[in-house]
């Protein structure tokens, strides 16, 4: 049973009972991400996310992690380009003291001069350890030029100029303009009473009272581009996309549904064929960006450098094929199912429900029933993929970027489409 309370001040409680466990995940959630952020905060978000966890008025960093640790918990948090979280698990008889510990860093966070510049240096390495990454590093690219001038195209985690040029009031000045009581929302799911629960974050979080409206989110336009950065690398990189659906895109079930049949399984029609028939690359698959107001669509593929071309060729033609010709029913049929089975494998995890609450209460202000969401995908039909395909795909929406051992004068070689 899911229950939801918004407190005086409009902080919001959501919590889902599930019966048979002992356990309970619980996440405080601001609806503020790095798509938020202005030019010159690049990356605080992020920034503030490790920062939670670096000492209170009465806890230290040790002493946070060896009170979840005493339980047996879990604790972690997360940036994305629209949320930040910070989650714990632990056995339902020790939900009072996850409260304690996660309201406490929320709220009561020092930001120390010493811990910013200490924690400075490990998001620094974090960003060096992503520029060693090519498959993440191609991903950031590629958005970086698709949503170009736009806070989304901006890595989460922002850039090395831009962490280095944090200072503790620009930390503090943000949380103070954006973390606004309507902006937070606590989810708990496990063996959770609402009403028990919701009596030990409100003393808590009720204070909260710095009310601001958020500058509303405005979406951005798409850049269709050709890009190549070359580096020293064995395989070349290839992040293609065109425009997808945004979360609450009432389309967005054929696009998932198009999603595995196209690449997201193994026996997709990419995975098949680039893989396993032509053996050009180990690595080969599609994937789906959902936003609050846009998203995105595309593939992904390492290669050898003398194999690009014939993979482009094969990626280009198969979404082609997409175009001109309606999924067969069987593929349909067994997306469908694909989709279906893993909301439903999912939604064995406590911290998989508790993340499901607090974004359907983001997107659509409500909870959605994985059965609400199951028949949306049942009514999914061939016409309606091909149907969506056909006006998302288009040569002058389409992008491409390439990372590896390419020239960088050699762009136009490869057409998007």
């Not at 103070?176 to 609402?194: I, M, Q, S, W």
């Amino acid at each position: 049973m899911v229950d939801k309370t918004i407190l005086p001040n409009g902080v919001r409680v959501v919590t889902e009972k599930m019966p048979g466990f002992f356990s309970v995940s619980t996440g405080i959630w601001v609806n503020v991400g790095s798509r938020d952020e202005e030019a010159h905060e690049q990356g605080v978000t992020h920034f503030v996310e490790h920062m939670l966890f670096k000492g209170t008025a009465t806890r230290s960093a040790l002493d946070i992690a060896k009170a979840l640790d005493a339980v047996g918990g879990f604790a972690n948090a997360f940036t994305s380009k629209e949320n930040l979280c910070i989650h714990a698990k632990v056995m339902d008889t020790h939900l009072r003291l996850v409260v304690d510990v996660l309201t406490d860093i929320f709220l009561h966070s020092l930001f120390d001069e010493e811990e910013i510049e200490r924690e400075r240096q490990v998001v620094v390495q974090e960003i060096n350890m992503i520029e060693d990454s090519p498959e993440d590093l191609v991903h950031i690219l590629f958005q970086q030029n698709f949503w170009q001038d736009h806070p989304l195209g901006v890595p989460i985690y922002g850039t090395e100029t831009s962490v280095r040029g944090l200072t503790r009031g620009k930390i503090t000045d943000f949380i103070g303009r954006r973390f606004a009581p309507e902006t937070v929302l606590v989810a708990a799911a496990g063996n959770v009473d609402h009403s028990a629960f919701v009596d030990l974050v409100a003393p808590h979080l009720e204070t909260l009272n710095h009310h601001r409206r958020p500058p509303k989110r405005t979406p951005p336009q798409v850049v269709p581009h050709r890009t190549v950065v070359s580096k020293d690398l064995e395989q070349v990189h290839i992040c293609l996309g065109f425009p997808g659906c945004s979360q609450s895109d009432p389309r967005r079930f054929a696009c998932h549904v198009l999603n595995v049949v196209l690449g997201n399984s193994m026996s997709s029609r990419l995975f098949q064929e680039v893989r396993e028939k032509r053996g050009l690359a180990y690595a080969i698959y599609s994937f789906v960006n959902n936003h609050e107001d846009t998203g995105l669509m595309g593939v992904y593929a390492a290669v050898a450098p003398e194999d690009l071309e014939e993979t482009l060729e094969v990626v280009t033609a198969e979404m082609d094929t997409v175009r001109r010709h309606s999924i067969t029913a069987s593929e349909l049929a067994a997306a469908k199912e694909y989709l279906k089975s893993s909301i439903s494998l999912n939604a064995e995890s406590t911290d998989a429900r508790m993340n499901r609450l607090a974004k359907n209460e983001f997107v659509f202000g409500r909870h959605v029933p994985l059965e609400e969401v199951q028949e949306a995908i049942d009514r999914v039909t061939a016409d309606d993929v091909q149907e969506w395909f056909d006006a998302q795909y288009r040569p002058e929406n389409t992008a491409l970027t390439l990372l590896g051992p390419v020239p960088e004068n050699g762009a136009d070689r490869f057409p998007p489409a």
